[in-house]
């Protein structure tokens, strides 16, 4: 199985590949797509769907996760992320994936085994699991492959339930 998982952002949105199922996983690519702050949304957002679209059709994933939002306090902030969220949304359905979404607690609690994790622990559980010489970068390509591995160790029991249904 093919994953590309999603961190959304429209400043940064991060991007990671993993090969696997399981507990035997392998890191493909990871990246992050960054749009210039003065640049109207718009434009932000055309940006980041053709980028996603470039690396959906580079990398043929199988199955996309993609991490929910989670926002205490600034609402402005919020907006955008759900804006580059839904584009990031539409290029993964447009490619005919199956989308599957992460809390950042369950992704936390999949890849560091405590949901309130800091994000040095999960950054270093990737490096170690995927067998990496340094921790990704920036910090949104860590993540978005850590929502990858996610789904990694949820899909064989998503799987299961599909079978008994």
């Known amino acids: ?26 890191m493909v690519a990871y990246g992050a797509f960054t749009t210039p702050a003065k ?4 434009d932000r957002l055309v940006s980041i769907y053709n980028d996603l679209a470039h690396v959906l059709a580079h990398y043929r994933p199988n199955v996309a996760a993609v991490e929910e939002l989670f926002f205490a306090k600034n ?15 539409l290029a993964l ?9 992460y809390k950042p607690l369950s992704v936390k609690q999949a890849v560091v085994g405590y949901g309130n994790a800091d994000k040095q622990q999960m950054q270093h559980l990737v490096q170690m699991t995927l067998d990496l010489d340094h921790i990704p970068k920036p910090d949104d390509a860590a993540d978005a492959l850590a929502v990858a591995m996610c789904h990694a160790y949820a899909a064989p029991y998503l799987n299961r339930i599909q079978e008994d249904s």
């Open 93 to 101: 359905r447009q490619a005919k994936l199956p989308i599957f979404e």
């Open 39 to 42: 640049q109207p949304l718009p």
């Open 1 to 26: 199985m093919r994953i590309i998982g999603i961190d959304p952002g429209t400043a940064i949105m991060g991007w990671g590949i993993i090969d696997g199922d399981g507990s035997d996983l392998t």
């Open 75 to 89: 609402v402005t902030t919020a907006m955008a992320v759900s804006h580059a969220r839904g584009v990031a949304l």
